[in-house]
């Protein structure tokens, strides 16, 4: 797997439950974090190009990941090493108004495994974004965290919405894998 890198997206504070004080906990987000440790550490192991994305909301109105807050934090299982790139985002698209792109193409970068949350917001837009700059995609779906929503008073429970968006990723934009599966090819 020459040429990959690992991009660990917005896995903070405020979507674990097991955080004191929360403040948007998704469904499942702690075995997300136990399979993405699996993965960072197998990167860590063998010196690959680890990508850490925090985003920050701006404004004082903000549902969760405040500024200058714990919950806007990584997650403490995760913290980023010295040698491990960190990206800050304020956007829904981790690509977007940040250096992603520099980091990935400075490093000669084809190929990025994407795994965190939420499946159906910052894992969509990621994904979708990364394919269309060419890079070849593997999202982890096991280590991705989603959420219910509801839409027009259609209520869709989290398992639901994250097969959904991990079907549609997979259709046209991913190789949409496990933690196994990619352990066995890293």
Do not use: W
Not at 103 to 109: F, H, K, M, Q, R
Request: glycine share 4%; with cysteine; proline share 1%.
């Amino acid at each position: 797997m020459n040429n990959t890198a690992l991009i660990i997206v917005d896995l903070q504070n405020d979507y674990f439950s097991s955080f004191e004080n929360a403040k948007y906990p998704l469904f499942k987000t702690e075995e997300a974090l136990a399979n993405a440790l699996k993965i960072l550490n197998k990167f860590r192991e063998k010196n690959m190009k680890i990508i850490h994305i925090r985003h920050e909301s701006v404004g004082k109105n903000a549902l969760f990941f405040q500024e200058n807050t714990q919950g806007a934090q990584i997650h403490s299982a995760l913290n980023p090493q010295k040698n491990e790139e960190q990206v800050l985002k304020h956007n829904i698209n981790s690509f977007k108004n940040t250096d992603l792109k520099q980091i990935l193409d400075t490093s000669n970068i084809e190929n990025v495994i994407i795994l965190g949350a939420m499946s159906h917001i910052c894992i969509d837009a990621i994904t979708r974004a990364a394919s269309d700059y060419g890079y070849n995609c593997s999202v982890i779906h096991d280590a991705c965290a989603s959420k219910a929503v509801e839409f027009n008073g259609i209520k869709v429970e989290a398992t639901l919405v994250h097969a959904s968006f991990m079907a549609a990723l997979e259709f046209g934009y991913a190789k949409v894998k496990s933690t196994n599966e990619i352990l066995e090819e890293i």
